[in-house]
């Protein structure tokens, strides 16, 4: 675990500090939920040994600055009891603000295609842990309007586009929270790394490059016409200031249009991002 600090530069008139985390990928299960999900969990939590240390610095920390956690998804690594029990205990004792992750619904890590149909089987009995809408919802601290969104699952559905464009109608400059990056060629490059061949896991990666880069299973992360607007809309909309995500696993900051900071910040890491 580490503390990274960061400044992005948005023009707000008195600066403030957020904290944020990502990706800590909780792994408790008990016979509750059954003999599968216990072996799951055993099975998972070898990769993720920091999750609760990395929560404890990300909760005093916030209290050292009185600042807000914002969290962009993959809390829990996958749906349980004991998982989302401790989920609540954690949002009950910290000020947290919450983007969804793709493995925020997984009931059984990577057993099936997951998409809106398999999301909703879990949604309501995720969604009942947390203060905010995981999928799309608002906060304003300092006049910044912190914007939540998911793209869990590659794409942003229509529903999150139209939230978005009611949200711009406030006026205020916008920090968009969301599990997945966006392209920009540095982080690509960082993602796809060594690999000749593979996916970098990112939002509305070109055909282009995906012919070139990608093994055919990874064409399902194409970027539909709904997720399309919406990139299209994020980097021409002024009053988008910066991107906070995750995802990835390790630590990133570039720009988005050369215009748009972007952060991901990795599973073990506390970002104190300062807004100036
Ligand atoms: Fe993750």
New binding site residues.
Partial sequence: MSIIETKIEIGVKKPFRVVHIS?T?LTYADMRDGERKVALAERRSQYFKEAEDTLALAAETAKRYDAPILHTG?LSDFVSVANLERVKQYVEKTDLFMAA?N?EFSLYVGEAKEDAAYRNQSLAKVQAVYRNDIRASSRTVEGVNFIALDNGYYQFDAEVLAFLKKEVEKGLPIVLMMHTPLYEPALYQKALGAKKKGSAYLIDVSEELMERDYDPRHFAQKADAVTHEIVEYIVSQPLIKAIVS??L?FDFESKVADRISQVVTSCTTVRVIEFV
């Fill in positions: 990706d990928h993959d992750g493995h995750g995802h696993h």
